[in-house]
């Protein structure tokens, strides 16, 4: 048990219980040690408590506290896409966002051109819906929602006959800038070139390999990861988001999130590598009828 998260429950000597019994309490912490007829506990405030094992009545491990970032709700989590995408039109319909590029070039994103339809859109499902459909009709654009997948949201979509888009489930990732430079670093090959915007920037190593990220707050978003195939597995992924990770920091970004499409399992594992986390998984669906 020690260097683990436990639960112990002990004997207090010389008080009664609310039954007339033995009193007892809980300490939940790590475990610094056991020897010598003592066991230390360590709470998340910092404090030790020292428990003789002859008053341990039981104790078992507990899994770790989730961390703050893993707690954010998956529409505050998504909500952080805002600095990519300048050029996108927003419009609040409660906590919902309806989402469109006035002038999207040669294709329509999806995360662009979607309602991300996460938390309460402060009307009923129905109207919710009804006004999801009019705002892109009136666009000349598909209705699509972006939903947490097997949320209760999405049932109500799928039940009133919405259909999942074909090739846009994706996890949410994150997890510490600070770890994630540190895992990154022992093994970048080559520099990449750092091109700034604003709260945008860009890394690049010639036109073999390529990525963007935006920070919003304390948290840096990563996306458009692009390695030219006859370049791959030389860790010129690693250079980019090296060079990324090093620009949010300086900018004080804590947090760093992407997202990864589900069958992506290469990308997956480079992401996993460095630290980071599965938050959530969302997926696409589009309003009855053709598209």
Not at 178 to 194: D, Y
Not at 237 to 246: E, G, I, K, N, T
Request: hydrophobic fraction near 40%; charge should be neutral; glycine fraction near 10%.
């Amino acid at each position: 048990m020690v260097g683990q998260r436990v639960v112990v429950r002990r004997v207090l000597r010389g008080e009664t219980g609310p039954t007339g019994g033995p009193a007892m309490t809980d300490v939940l912490g790590v475990c610094e040690s056991w020897a010598d007829g003592v066991a230390v506990v360590r709470r998340e405030d910092g404090s030790t408590v020292e428990i003789r094992t002859r008053d341990i009545v039981s104790g078992k491990p507990v899994p770790p506290r989730p961390s703050v970032r893993l707690r954010v709700s998956a529409r505050e989590a998504e909500g952080h896409a805002s600095p990519h995408w300048p050029g996108v039109v927003r419009e609040a319909l409660g906590e919902w966002e309806l989402r469109t590029e006035p002038d999207p070039g040669h294709r329509v994103r999806k995360r662009a051109n979607s309602c991300l339809a996460m938390g309460d859109p402060g009307v009923d499902p129905v109207e919710a819906a009804r006004t999801v459909e009019d705002f892109y009709a009136t666009r000349s654009r598909p209705a699509m929602v972006q939903v947490e997948t097997d949320s209760e949201i999405e049932s109500w979509f799928r039940s009133a006959g919405w259909s999942v888009v074909p090739g846009g489930e994706s996890l949410f990732l994150l997890g510490s800038t600070s770890r994630a430079r540190r895992l990154l670093a022992p093994r970048v090959t080559e520099p990449a070139t750092l091109r700034v915007d604003g709260p945008r920037a860009r890394a690049s190593v010639g036109d073999r390999a390529d990525a963007k990220a935006a920070v919003d707050g304390d948290w840096l978003g990563v996306h458009g990861l692009y390695v030219a195939p006859d370049s791959r597995r030389q860790g010129l992924a690693r250079s980019v988001l090296a060079a990324l990770l090093d620009w949010g920091a300086e900018q004080g970004a804590s947090t760093v999130w992407l997202h990864v499409e589900t069958d992506n399992s290469p990308a997956i594992a480079l992401y996993e590598s460095i630290g980071l986390a599965v938050h959530h998984k969302s997926r696409y669906l589009r309003a009855p009828g053709p598209l």
